[in-house]
T-cell receptor
Framework: TAGITQAPTSQILAAGRSMTLRCTQD?????MYWYRQDLGLGLRLIHY???????GKGEVPDGYSVSRANTDDFPLTLASAVPSQTSVYFC????????????FGPGTRLTVL | GQNIDQPTEMTATEGAIVQINCTYQ??????LFWYQQHAGEAPTFLSY??LDGLEEKGRFSSFLSRSKGYSYLLLKELQMKDSASYLC??????????WGAGTKLIIKP
């Protein structure tokens, strides 16, 4: 079972360029999430989706957009990358109830120069 | 504001016991999670507490006191593979997870 996959594994991007980070889950989970993880800080929620067709803003949504056209896929787009978006990005999914654990993808390491 | 506090780093000896503390101040409380994260890898679920008390799962136990805004993760019979970061996270009133910065645990032989 694949679980949750992300692509690419890592990327170096020039400032001002756009990029889409891909996330796919095969667990039929309702909820999906995008986090960024920076050294010395906790995971910070960028955007989330409680079910296909709906999305919401997390703690740090500026500069990012998402879509949830179906249950399995939850891409994250950076329209015009800036160096402060250099981070490790994790996608996660869960059944969506309060006590449900979140399953994480392997992460994408993004460097914006 | 919302805040999760945990020690930045701890060191323990193989075979020993270690307790990692987490205190929180959040807008509402709908449960507390502990996750383990090895360097360069994704976080993986360890435990979930929503009621006061101790939850035991093998070598790992997690305790919660809602009145004190406090939790701890207890690791027994430490093994070298337990070297990792341990992340505390609280589900707030909006059912979003608020994460602590994590505690890096170093195990020495």
């Amino acid at each position: 079972t694949a679980g949750i996959t992300q692509a690419p594994t890592s990327q170096i991007l020039a400032a001002g360029r756009s990029m889409t980070l891909r996330c796919t889950q095969d667990m039929r989970h309702n909820a999906m999430y995008w986090y960024r993880q920076d050294l010395g800080l906790g995971l910070r929620l960028i955007h989330y989706s409680n079910t296909a067709g709906t999305t919401g803003k997390g703690e740090v949504p500026d500069g990012y957009s998402v879509s949830r056209a179906n249950t399995d896929d939850f891409p994250l787009t950076l329209a015009s990358a800036v160096p402060s978006q250099t981070s490790v990005y994790f996608c996660a999914s869960s059944d969506g109830a309060a006590g449900d654990e979140q399953f994480f993808g392997p992460g994408t390491r993004l460097t914006v120069l | 504001g919302q805040n999760i506090d945990q020690p930045t780093e701890m060191t323990a000896t193989e075979g020993a016991i270690v307790q990692i503390n987490c205190t929180y101040q959040t807008s509402g409380f709908n449960g507390l999670f502990w996750y383990q994260q090895h360097a360069g890898e994704a976080p993986t679920f360890l435990s979930y507490n929503v009621l006061d008390g101790l939850e035991e799962k093998g070598r790992f136990s997690s305790f919660l006191s809602r009145s004190k805004g406090y939790s701890y993760l207890l690791l027994k019979e430490l093994q070298m593979k337990d070297s990792a970061s341990y992340l505390c996270a609280v589900t707030d009133s909006n059912y979003q997870l608020i994460w602590g910065a994590g505690t890096k645990l170093i195990i020495k032989p």
